[in-house]
């Protein structure tokens, strides 16, 4: 991606007066926050805008602008010639409302994300995978075209940077992030506020949750790197673990993050159950391993390098055994080829 990619994707919005937004399904900070701000930042500009999203969002965001008119599609979306479609922090069409497929041939898509396995499937691609988040890429567009920028708006783009850099941990925060998030404070956004409502918010119920998930830590492998145990950790959840202590699926967001404080572990698996019975496994990986995307590709999933998921077909204890089968024989390549 190119500087030029980022007044092309402004321009677009520009010459548009009606748009339509698409977040991903299991919403994120990310998603939800690059929606959140462009919704903002158009409302300014006097578009006509709506959001859609093709399963329900997490409670932990609802204080994000305009979340409350986020729309719930299941079926296939009507897409049309007229409005500009704006799909974001979607590696491909199929991350968020269905009926791409059928789409109408004058329709215009417009797509903005950070994943390095974009499928570039729209009208306009505005894809940067050295961006931290498509919060930051959207930042960056919103500057190139001069958009007016509220606090509301620099509060969600802050909580996409936030979310998606691991509270500016994660290896995708550069100094660019930073510069950027110094910005956004001075648009408005404050950082302790924002830590309160994005971090402080966890219920009871996530809490047994996370006590379940983490009294069932396993590490394994081989001990390279200092590890004395395993640089491998894996822990899950059953459908079980959800109904007996009454926590909703975006609780589990930061546990599989949580296991890398293991000491020692390079690699971790985090295993929830679905209600259909397969099982989705999230992968997170620091360096001098292969990467968390390498292992959720072979599963047919995807994602960024150190942060990936993959869906398995289960049940729960296939994949508890298949998983750590999948990690060691990956390990047995990988370190022969290095
Ligand atoms: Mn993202």
Same mark, same amino acid.
């Given at each position: 991606m190119t500087e030029p990619d980022l007044f092309k994707a402004s321009s677009l919005l520009k010459d548009s007066p009606e748009w339509v937004l698409f977040t991903h399904q299991k919403a994120d900070g990310d998603t939800m926050g690059s929606a959140s701000a462009l919704f903002e930042a158009g409302m300014l500009a006097g578009r006509r805008i709506s959001w859609f999203t093709p399963t329900p969002l997490p409670s932990g965001y609802r204080f994000l602008a305009h979340v409350e008119e986020c729309q719930i599609c299941e079926g296939a979306f009507p897409f049309k010639e007229g409005p500009l479609y704006v799909f974001l922090d979607c590696a =491909?069409? #199929?991350? !968020?409302v269905k009926g791409f497929e059928t789409r109408e041939p004058g329709a215009r898509f417009l797509n903005i994300d950070h994943h390095e396995d974009n499928t570039c499937f729209a009208t306009l691609n505005c894809v940067d995978p050295s961006s931290s988040s498509t919060s930051e890429l959207m930042f960056r567009i919103l500057q190139a075209g001069g958009w007016e920028l509220s606090k509301a708006a620099a509060e969600s783009l802050y909580t996409g940077i936030?979310? $998606? @850099?691991?509270?500016?941990?994660? @290896? =995708?925060? @550069? /100094?660019?992030?930073?510069?950027l998030a &110094? $910005?956004?404070? *001075?648009?408005? &956004? *404050?950082p302790a506020w924002l830590d309160d409502l994005i971090n402080q918010n966890r219920t009871p119920e996530g809490m047994a949750l996370w006590g379940r998930a983490m009294s069932r830590i396993r590490l394994f492998g081989p001990r390279d790197c200092g590890s004395e145990r395993g640089i491998f950790a894996l822990a899950w959840l059953s459908q079980e673990d959800f109904a007996a202590t009454g926590a909703e699926a975006g609780d589990t967001e930061g546990l599989p993050s949580s296991l890398m404080r293991?000491?020692?572990?390079?690699? &971790? /698996?985090?295993? #929830?159950?679905? *209600? !259909?019975?397969?099982?989705?496994?999230?992968?997170r990986s620091r360096e001098r391993i292969f990467g968390a995307a390498d292992v959720a590709r072979e599963l047919g999933g995807g994602g960024h390098p150190r942060a990936a998921g993959a869906t398995h077909p289960g049940p729960l204890d296939a994949s508890l055994m298949d998983i750590p089968r999948l990690l060691e024989k990956r390990y047995a390549e990988w370190s022969a080829a290095h």
């Open positions: =491909n069409e #199929t991350r !968020s936030w979310t $998606d @850099s691991g509270g500016f941990s994660f @290896s =995708n925060t @550069s /100094a660019r992030t930073h510069r &110094a $910005d956004l404070m *001075e648009l408005g &956004a *404050e293991l000491k020692g572990v390079r690699l &971790a /698996a985090f295993l #929830t159950e679905q *209600e !259909s019975g397969e099982v989705r496994i999230s992968f």
